[in-house]
Every structure is written in structure tokens, then in C-alpha cells.
């Protein structure tokens, strides 16, 4: 797959959800494989990176607990919303919403079907 497609996709599911901000796909190790973005502080490198150990430490967490897999993740502070959700066992993908004005609902709606997207993509046999 190109990865013009990729980056494609996150700017539409970008687009589909009004106030989003930035929009990744990464591997569980961290390493971005795409990513659109309408803030230009935002350090995507850095972002796949932390996002990737939370994700590591909730599914140790939830291996602990012996309450399942990690679908997703939500967390917010004072200025953003960020949700990841896992695509496959290997891949996150991560949502970023302003903390005032986003709308979880309907990220939460648009990333489900670009998790769809995304899996066929990836796994493609």
C-alpha cells in the first residue's frame, strides 16, 4: 500500500470530525507509519512514541488485571482530548481533539470505521 494512501485517510477521517487536530497511524513499537496534522507544534515523532508506551503500560496493565486486550485508549488534560484506538495487535491509531470543542462521539464513530480501513490496508493478504 502507498503510503500517499495512508496519509490520505488520516486526512479525511481528520476532516470528518470538526475540531480535530491531528490524526497517526503507528506501530506498537512507536514508529509512525503516517500521520495528518492541522497543528504545526504538534511533533508527531514525539506523539507515536508516548502514545505507544501508554498503550504498552495499559496492556500490561490489563494482562495484570486479566480483564483483556486493549481496544482503546481515551485521555484528556486541560487543552486536548487523544484517543487511541489499536488497529490489529500491531498498529494504534490515535485522534487528537481540542478539550473544549471536540466531539468524542463522533471521533470515536469515524476512527471505528478508519480502524476498518486501515486493517485491510495493512493486513492485506
Known amino acids: 500500500m502507498d503510503m500517499a494512501n495512508y496519509e490520505q485517510r488520516l486526512k479525511e477521517l481528520v476532516d470528518s470530525i470538526p475540531g480535530a487536530a491531528s490524526a497517526n497511524l503507528t506501530g506498537i513499537d512507536g514508529i509512525g ?3 495528518s496534522s492541522l497543528d504545526p507544534t504538534l511533533d508527531p515523532t514525539l506523539a507515536d512514541a508516548e502514545f505507544a508506551t501508554m498503550l504498552a503500560t495499559a496492556n500490561r496493565a490489563a494482562g495484570n488485571l486479566q480483564v483483556g486486550d486493549i481496544s482503546e485508549l481515551i485521555f484528556a ?8 484506538k489499536m488497529v490489529g495487535q500491531d498498529f494504534y491509531l490515535a485522534v487528537g481533539l481540542p478539550a473544549a470543542a471536540g466531539n468524542l462521539g463522533m471521533a470515536r464513530l469515524q476512527m471505528r470505521w478508519a480502524v476498518d480501513d486501515f486493517a485491510k490496508m495493512l493486513y492485506a493478504a
Do not use: Q
Not at 488534560?77 to 487511541?84: A, E, F, S, V
Open 33 to 35: 507509519i503516517a500521520a
Open 77 to 84: 488534560t486541560d487543552r486536548i482530548m487523544i484517543i487511541l
